[in-house]
């Protein structure tokens, strides 16, 4: 039995030599410790000691380091996402100015290859039936068309859903600028729409396809529950400021179904840079262009004396002011022209007022540029250079009538900030902040204002249905009008809810005739108007015009 003492383990070298290796010495014959082997492992161990330390020392370093640096870079990465985070909003603002400004830059000195989409299509109301397509290339002359369906109808790629314009040419405005306008209609039913823009020849290529919402009639005809809330952002007088165009349409929820522009689109009406970067481009630029269509009112700035209106909606007749329906008739909406104090729009508004159409509707709305009674702007334009009288005739005639005749609501613009008000049963508003340079200084006190607001804003309607319409009640409920305005932040500054009355439904015959209308002034020199203080001390205004391409 070997003793536990005896036995001594060999390395692969000792073993032929015999020599242990354990460093545990084990005790000579005559009994006493043999301390050679572990003397020898000590002085080994001291040896190599300081070469241990120092490539300890150094390793530690290169890990310390190595964190250190990681430590710095998640760092900087914190602040860089918490920077972006901060100024999120002015970095998204100042990427779409640069797109749109790089945009309209890149097709002007013909970068962009011919047969391409340079506007994308805007969709404007024509009437209760009809909308009005605009879209412009970058050159060229072929046909294109417009095909649209109503979503949710069978086989919707058949022909027999699939509706199609007549074949539209080209209005060649310059070299870089060919123009596409088209009408798509009746939409009769109101739901969702889709439609395509296509070119024709030599083969036929979509450019262009969005959605759109119509509320022409409700979806189920008793319950107008079923046809939803609609929504409406109104906006005016953005001009010359598209930084601030573009922050407030960052804030449209995609669930508008309409826009309102109160006038005054562009500073310049012809020059077509302009209407690139300052009103088709950012409102294309975040998809509310092409998908809401637009009730426009002319204003000032954007009149065109030759009335043909390119980039803006031009009815059948070639009158500026229409009037449509919403919702089987519920809403009638009255577009004016303040800038033309004529007697056709007089005569005009006389037979609309009085129409079954406008007189069974509940709620009845009025959109005209320049508001009757306005109390913002420069002291010495107003006073001694006579703009008191612009628009003068809106007040003096159109209100008496609106006052007649069961006006709801007036929305304008040309003043820019914010107020509304009510007078005589009336509520009168004033949206003309989204962009133009602010007016800080009150001119009048028509003392019927209950809420102003001297900053850029927006307004977002809803016109809520009632929760059932009966079709034996002698009088259908009352739609309510939720009237919200937002500042630049998104922030609630103003709000109203109005009911709409309880009126009777009027036959043809019980409609009351309208007598003894004044005359208006014909308009034989609008374009002074129109082109009155353009330059206001301007210096990039007065390039605009040295530069602008005339129509």
């Not at 426009?296 to 043909?308: L, S």
């Not at 069974?360 to 006073?383: S, T």
């Not at 014909?522 to 108007?529: D, F, N, V, Y």
Request: aromatic share 12%; charged share 20%.
């Amino acid at each position: 039995m070997l003793h536990p003492n005896s036995y001594e383990p060999y390395s692969a070298v000792a073993f032929q030599k015999k020599q242990p290796t354990s460093p545990y010495p084990e005790p000579d014959n005559d009994g006493r410790n043999n301390f050679r082997h572990r003397e020898a492992f000590l002085d080994a161990l001291l040896e190599s000691r300081p070469t241990l330390i120092s490539t300890a020392k150094t390793n530690g370093w290169k890990w310390r380091l190595r964190r250190s640096s990681r430590n710095r870079l998640i760092a900087v990465l914190a602040v860089v996402l918490f920077l972006a985070y901060v100024f999120s909003d002015s970095i998204a603002i100042s990427w779409a100015f640069f797109r749109i400004k790089l945009d309209n830059a890149l097709f002007d000195r013909g970068w962009i290859p011919c047969g391409t989409l340079r506007k994308s299509p805007m969709l404007y109301i024509q009437d209760t039936h009809h909308l009005q397509v605009v879209w412009e290339m970058n050159c060229g002359t072929r046909e294109m068309a417009v095909t649209w369906t109503k979503v949710g109808t069978p086989s919707t790629t058949t022909t027999t859903n699939v509706h199609e314009t007549e074949p539209v040419e080209a209005l060649v405005l310059d070299d870089r600028h060919a123009l596409y306008k088209t009408t798509i209609g009746p939409l009769q039913e109101g739901g969702e729409y889709t439609y395509q823009v296509q070119v024709l020849h030599p083969y036929r290529r979509q450019v262009a396809s969005a959605r759109f919402r119509w509320h022409a009639t409700l979806q189920s005809g008793t319950d107008a529950k079923q046809q939803g809330i609609i929504r409406i952002a109104a906006m005016g007088d953005n001009q010359f400021g598209l930084r601030t165009f573009v922050r407030l349409l960052r804030q449209i929820d995609k669930r508008v179904d309409y826009l309102i522009h109160a006038g005054d689109a562009v500073q310049n009406y012809p020059s077509l840079r302009q209407w690139q970067t300052d009103f088709v481009g950012p409102l294309t630029y975040y998809g509310l262009g092409q998908t809401m269509p637009m009730i426009y009112a002319h204003g000032n700035h954007d009149h065109d004396p030759t009335y043909e209106y390119h980039y803006t909606r031009v009815s059948p007749s070639s009158d500026p002011w229409y009037a449509f329906s919403m919702a089987e008739g519920a809403i009638r909406f009255v577009v004016l022209d303040s800038n033309l104090d004529w007697e056709q729009q007089d005569e005009w508004l006389g037979r609309e007022l009085t129409s079954q159409a406008f007189q069974n509707a509940q709620f009845r709305v009025v959109v005209v540029h320049i508001p009757p009674f306005l109390e913002y702007w420069d002291p010495d334009a107003w006073n001694r250079l006579g703009q008191k009288e612009w628009g003068a005739f809106v007040k003096e005639r159109f209100v008496p009538l609106f006052e007649k005749f069961g006006v709801d609501l007036v929305i304008s613009g040309h003043q820019h900030n914010y107020e509304r008000g009510e007078r005589n049963g009336i509520h009168y508003t004033i949206i003309g902040g989204a962009g133009g340079d602010l007016d800080f200084e009150q001119v009048e006190d028509w003392g019927m204002y209950h809420s102003t607001a001297l900053e850029f804003h927006y307004v977002l309607l809803e016109f809520r249905p009632p929760p059932a319409v009966s079709s034996s009640a002698a009088a259908p409920a009352p739609w309510e009008l939720v009237w919200k305005a937002f500042d630049l932040k998104g922030q609630l500054i103003d709000t109203m809810t109005v009911f709409s009355k309880i009126r009777t439904q009027v036959e043809e015959e019980d409609i009351p005739v309208l007598e003894d209308i004044q005359g208006a002034v014909a308009g034989e020199t609008i374009e002074e108007l129109t082109y009155n203080e353009l330059l206001d001390d301007n210096p990039q205004l007065e390039e605009e015009l040295t530069d602008a391409t005339d129509f």
